[in-house]
């Protein structure tokens, strides 16, 4: 009974700055919103103060404007929808055969030693150095933007796949096996939940390279998309329109990382009411 | 006995692959594939000499100091953003958009805004590599340890020695894993701002072989660009094992206790 008499003196405080998070929360929100509304204002004032010439970079409400044009033009769907094609395929591509050979290696301790090096050495050669090669096979056309994001993403993934497999629990494989679970029910029932949170990590952060291969491959190759249209924009002297198709491109990225979140939340859902039952 | 297999599993499948490669080009001239001797032999030919000094050292030396001055105003900004709760609420929405544009769009922007320079191509290097770093050293500096931080405190350990002995450490295994993100993505946006528009560097004279359909050159330029990212991991694993000593001993302790 006495004791929280004796501890209001520690307690004060702690219940001052408890109440001020609690009037902290709604002002977060707030705070992002001016601070994008300071970012807008900075940016129109640059080239209206004449800080840089508004020739190489309009005020934000002039490239605001020229992205809202781009909105109900067709040409624009077009080209996002090329990107997103290749970003979509490539994703799906390099995440198959990711899986398929991360369980494949990931469940041979030999497989897996002698396959070390040889993926430590491919992993870090950047995807950018086969632009040269895509080109000459491909062309401009989507394979040579495919061939990019699939390279990028497919290391990303199996990297997170074999670690996945890796982590499998001794004694629930042992137990599975002393059930009388087959190698293919044990994949099914045992590693392959083991694996799906890294896996998804992987996915999600493929999303994000993906993205970046593909706008890569359009911009620097021009293979069809947005990228190919910020490059002719740039030439063709259209600045806003170039950095309209900039701010699009953001978007779009925000607009990836908070749909593999979702799908990751989605289909993790299980996992952390599974964890919370074995704690208990 | 044990050495060799070691030396079995790391050479193995790279030798196997090699000898699959070489069989399969014996005997047949294939326009796109050189065989292995031949890739050898241009490799020599093409990268030491001349063409070292004015396309590779420039290139890896623009890398570099990219790099690093992301690195140092990813820290520094990131500790910064991560200790003010204000400044972080404010500029959350903001640094998040910015990290979603695709780094390479950049590569125009900047163009435009510098022209074709030397510091042009850092910039881009920069501008892409900074997000990373910048937004784990914000994760980082958050995650701090609340009872090493109300230590600190009362030890009276502020301000720049707090820094340096309780934030930074406790922050350095997220601040590496941006870094470790940060040095592939520096590489590639090397490669393509010297693409884009450059008359010297690595991505430049690739692209000019590929044009003149000097095949075995632009091969050998592709394998001078892996080597490059396989040392720059090796230096990077080689760094961050030294770095995160006390970190992996510790996780070691926690592992086996």
Not at chain 1, 232 to 259: D, E, F, H, K, P
Not at chain 2, 110 to 118: C, K, N, R, S
Request: proline residues 5%; contains cysteine.
């Amino acid at each position: 009974m006495s004791s929280p008499a004796l501890t209001s003196g520690g307690a004060a405080p702690r219940g001052e700055r408890h109440h001020r998070r609690v009037r902290k929360v709604p002002t977060k929100q707030l705070l992002g919103v001016a601070g994008i509304l300071g970012f807008l204002v900075t940016w129109e004032l640059i080239p209206r103060l004449g800080i840089i010439d508004a020739r190489y970079l309009p005020p934000a409400s002039e490239v605001i404007a020229a992205l809202v044009v781009d909105l109900g033009l067709t040409a624009f769907w077009v080209a996002v929808g090329e990107t997103m094609k290749a970003w979509f395929l490539g994703l799906a591509i390099a995440v198959a055969a990711a899986v398929l050979l991360g369980f494949i290696i990931g469940s041979s301790n030999f497989l897996r030693k002698a396959t070390n090096s040889t993926v430590e050495f491919l992993r870090p050669i950047p995807s950018v150095a086969l632009i040269p090669l895509a080109v000459l096979l491909f062309g401009v056309k989507i394979e040579s933007s495919l061939l990019l994001i699939v390279y990028a993403s497919f290391w990303q993934v199996l990297i997170q796949v074999l670690y996945g497999v890796a982590d499998v629990d001794m004694v629930a494989n042992n137990t599975a096996k002393t059930y009388g679970l087959g190698r293919m029910a044990r994949i099914r029932y045992v590693v392959f939940p083991t694996a799906l949170p890294y896996l998804m990590t992987g996915v999600r952060l493929a999303g994000a390279v993906a993205l970046v291969l593909a706008i890569t491959a359009e911009l620097v190759i021009g293979s069809p998309g947005l990228g190919r249209e910020i490059a002719l924009a740039q030439s063709g002297g259209a600045i806003s329109g170039m950095y309209a198709l900039v701010l699009a491109t953001g978007l779009i990225g925000v607009l990836i990382n908070v749909l593999m979140r979702f799908i990751e939340k989605k289909t993790l859902a299980w996992h952390s009411s599974v964890r919370s039952e074995v704690i208990v | 006995m044990k050495a060799l297999k070691t030396l079995g599993y790391l050479l193995g499948l790279p030798v196997l692959l090699i000898l699959i490669w070489w069989s399969a080009t014996l005997g047949t001239v294939n326009f796109f594939v050189p065989t292995p001797a031949s890739l050898v032999g241009t490799f020599g030919k093409v990268w030491f000499g001349e063409r070292f000094l004015t396309d590779v050292l420039p290139s890896i030396g623009r890398l570099l100091v990219g790099v690093v001055a992301a690195i140092v105003i990813g820290v520094v900004g990131g500790v910064l953003i991560g200790s003010i709760r204000w400044l972080r609420a404010l500029l959350e929405p903001v640094l998040e958009f910015f990290r979603a544009i695709p780094p390479p769009v950049l590569v125009p922007v900047l163009i435009l805004l510098m022209g074709i320079t030397d510091s042009m191509k850092i910039a881009v290097i920069i501008s892409g590599c900074v997000w990373p770093v910048l937004l784990n050293t914000i994760e980082g500096v958050r995650a701090v340890d609340g009872v090493l931080s109300d230590s600190a405190h009362t030890y009276g350990i502020d301000g720049w020695a707090r820094v340096r002995y309780l934030v930074l450490p406790s922050a350095s295994p997220q601040i590496l894993a941006g870094v470790r993100q940060s040095l592939s993505l520096g590489l590639i946006l090397m490669v393509i701002s010297e693409m884009f528009a450059s008359s010297s560097g690595l991505g430049f004279t690739i692209v000019q072989f590929q044009r003149s359909f000097a095949i075995p050159e632009m091969w050998s330029g592709i394998v001078v660009l892996g080597l490059l990212g396989v040392a720059m991991s090796f230096i990077f694993q080689w760094a961050e094992r030294n770095i995160l000593r006390w970190y992996h001993g510790q996780k070691e302790v926690e592992n086996a206790a």
